[in-house]
């Protein structure tokens, strides 16, 4: 139940910075797809969505909400690789090649998820 | 843990290290008994006596989540538990997941527990042990000394053959725990050459029999190693990493799991992951405890005892 507070709030948050990050009112954002956020919940060892679909430019952040830790590693083990993730820690990368991206957790490798990266 | 000042002598390293630890006390039981084959003649290892051993595990220094808010506390407990033992054992097995997130702190909070036991401690990582930008190196600094590759050893006591195994490395996507090509290769030329008579004790954290596929509990290539240890007339596979009992016996190898000093976890299925199980704090101790393994000079299978922190 707590965790459900929190989870909204972590989401919350995310696309608040997303917002002020950028800087810009509702109207610049939407033309500015360049700037684009995504989040990925990482949820009783589940990433969610397990499958993502974003466009190229676009910063995806994990978040850890879990009470134990996680990694995010890609399977090709370099093109994104976080630093191990303990509860309510968060990793980002910027995808600016299209592309499908497939991840794991490198402590539970059975956890698997997704990126599906289209051009603009 | 406490190091040897004769590296290379794992038989020297055992007598002078100082036990600590809350797990399982074994009762080893020979194998050797009465006859004596030709492979014996070769390896000639010396005659198995009577004597205990504990395991303890997943002591996750660190962990102060709502499960368990102080797992150095539980630890603690566990260590007070060996020492009152009434049979005193002749070393420790920690069977990983010594941290919760390989912190230097945590490895000086655990290694400042377990030394209070005064017996060797022979240890292997659990994937929580091994999460520092080194990538491990923090575990093998303090642990790796007298071993191989990813840490990986073997040595003998009082005529049982031990042999520590590490499965929490190089994992695949998509996979549970593995041992890899060069562990494997390792560990067969280790056991060639022994006699099948001689009793192996394996150790490793995560278990090498697939326990819950869906939630990594197994290890990808568990069954060559097994290969390698089907001739022996009695095989004991000794695991942490799911933090409650679990055994198998399948031919001539037992297989055992023993519970954590820290939190426990769900049975495989039964809840939405394999995380922290939360319970009444009433009946936490009730499932954390250390496991006591007894071998005793004969064709017996290891002798296993599991005690709870609560008893
Ligand atoms: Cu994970």
Same mark, same amino acid.
């Given at each position: 139940?707590?965790?459900?507070?929190?989870?909204?709030?972590?989401?919350?948050? =995310?696309?608040?910075?997303?917002?002020?990050?950028?800087?810009?009112?509702?109207?610049?954002?939407?033309?500015?797809?360049?700037?684009?956020?995504?989040?990925?919940?990482?949820?009783?060892?589940?990433?969610?969505?397990?499958?993502?679909?974003?466009?190229?430019?676009?910063?995806?952040?994990?978040?850890?909400?879990?009470? !134990?830790?996680?990694?995010?590693?890609?399977?090709?083990?370099?093109?994104?690789?976080?630093?191990? =993730?303990?509860?309510? %820690?968060?990793?980002?990368?910027?995808?600016?090649?299209?592309?499908?991206?497939?991840?794991?957790?490198?402590?539970?490798?059975?956890?698997?998820?997704?990126? &599906?990266?289209?051009?603009? | 843990?406490?190091?040897?000042?004769?590296?290379?002598?794992?038989? /020297?390293?055992?007598?002078?290290?100082?036990?600590?630890?809350?797990?399982? =006390?074994?009762?080893?039981?020979?194998?050797?008994?009465?006859?004596?084959?030709?492979?014996?003649?070769?390896?000639?290892?010396?005659?198995?006596?009577?004597?205990?051993?504990?395991? &303890?595990?997943? *002591?996750?220094? #660190?962990?102060?989540?709502?499960?368990?808010?102080?797992?150095?506390?539980?630890?603690?407990?566990?260590?007070?538990?060996?020492?009152?033992?009434?049979?005193?054992?002749?070393?420790?097995?920690?069977?990983?997941? &010594?941290?919760?997130?390989?912190?230097?702190?945590?490895?000086?909070?655990?290694?400042? $527990?377990?030394?209070?036991?005064?017996?060797?401690?022979?240890?292997?990582?659990? %994937?929580?042990?091994?999460?520092?930008?080194?990538?491990?190196?923090?575990?093998?600094? @303090?642990?790796?000394?007298?071993?191989? /590759? +990813?840490?990986?050893?073997?040595?003998?006591?009082? /005529?049982?053959?031990?042999?520590?195994?590490?499965?929490?490395?190089?994992?695949?996507?998509?996979?549970?725990?593995?041992?890899?090509?060069?562990?494997?290769?390792?560990? %067969?030329?280790?056991?060639?050459?022994?006699? *099948?008579?001689?009793?192996?004790?394996?150790?490793?954290?995560?278990?090498?029999?697939?326990?819950?596929?869906?939630? /990594?509990?197994?290890?990808?290539?568990?069954?060559?190693?097994?290969?390698?240890?089907? @001739?022996?007339?009695?095989?004991?596979?000794?695991?942490?990493?799911?933090?409650? $009992?679990?055994?198998?016996?399948?031919?001539? &190898?037992?297989?055992?799991?023993?519970? *954590?000093?820290?939190?426990?976890?769900?049975?495989?299925?039964? #809840?939405?992951?394999?995380?922290? =199980?939360?319970?009444?704090?009433?009946?936490? @101790? *009730?499932?954390?405890?250390?496991?006591?393994?007894?071998?005793?000079?004969? @064709?017996?299978? !290891?002798?296993?005892?599991?005690?709870?922190? +609560?008893?």
């Amino acid at each position: 139940m707590s965790k459900t507070l929190k989870a909204g709030a972590a989401a919350l948050a =995310l696309g608040l910075a997303t917002l002020t990050g950028a800087g810009v009112s509702f109207p610049a954002l939407a033309q500015a797809p360049a700037a684009a956020s995504a989040a990925v919940k990482i949820d009783n060892f589940v990433f969610g969505p397990q499958a993502l679909t974003v466009t190229v430019g676009t910063t995806v952040t994990w978040i850890n909400q879990d009470d !134990i830790p996680h990694t995010v590693v890609a399977d090709d083990r370099h093109t994104f690789k976080s630093r191990v =993730l303990d509860t309510d %820690e968060r990793f980002s990368f910027t995808f600016t090649k299209p592309g499908e991206y497939g991840y794991f957790c490198s402590l539970h490798p059975h956890m698997t998820g997704k990126v &599906i990266v289209k051009a603009g | 843990m406490t190091h040897d000042d004769t590296p290379g002598d794992r038989r /020297g390293f055992l007598k002078c290290m100082a036990w600590a630890g809350t797990g399982a =006390l074994f009762t080893v039981s020979g194998g050797l008994a009465s006859s004596i084959g030709l492979d014996q003649a070769v390896a000639a290892p010396a005659k198995a006596q009577g004597f205990t051993f504990l395991q &303890i595990s997943d *002591s996750h220094v #660190g962990f102060n989540k709502p499960a368990n808010p102080d797992a150095k506390a539980t630890y603690q407990e566990a260590v007070s538990k060996i020492l009152s033992l009434p049979q005193k054992p002749d070393f420790i097995l920690h069977t990983g997941d &010594i941290t919760q997130l390989s912190k230097d702190q945590e490895f000086d909070d655990a290694d400042q $527990i377990i030394k209070q036991v005064g017996l060797p401690v022979f240890h292997v990582p659990g %994937e929580h042990d091994m999460l520092d930008e080194g990538a491990g190196k923090a575990y093998l600094d @303090r642990f790796g000394k007298e071993t191989k /590759g +990813a840490g990986w050893y073997s040595f003998d006591h009082k /005529g049982v053959h031990f042999v520590a195994l590490i499965n929490v490395v190089n994992l695949k996507a998509g996979g549970m725990g593995s041992l890899g090509a060069d562990q494997l290769e390792w560990l %067969e030329k280790d056991l060639s050459g022994r006699p *099948s008579s001689q009793p192996i004790v394996v150790f490793a954290h995560i278990p090498l029999w697939t326990v819950y596929a869906d939630w /990594g509990w197994g290890t990808d290539d568990a069954a060559q190693a097994l290969s390698y240890l089907k @001739r022996f007339g009695s095989v004991t596979v000794l695991n942490g990493h799911i933090h409650q $009992i679990t055994q198998k016996v399948e031919g001539n &190898i037992a297989f055992h799991t023993a519970r *954590s000093t820290a939190f426990p976890q769900p049975v495989g299925g039964q #809840g939405p992951s394999p995380g922290p =199980l939360k319970v009444p704090t009433e009946q936490l @101790r *009730s499932m954390l405890g250390i496991t006591t393994a007894t071998f005793v000079r004969g @064709r017996e299978p !290891i002798a296993l005892v599991d005690q709870t922190l +609560a008893t």
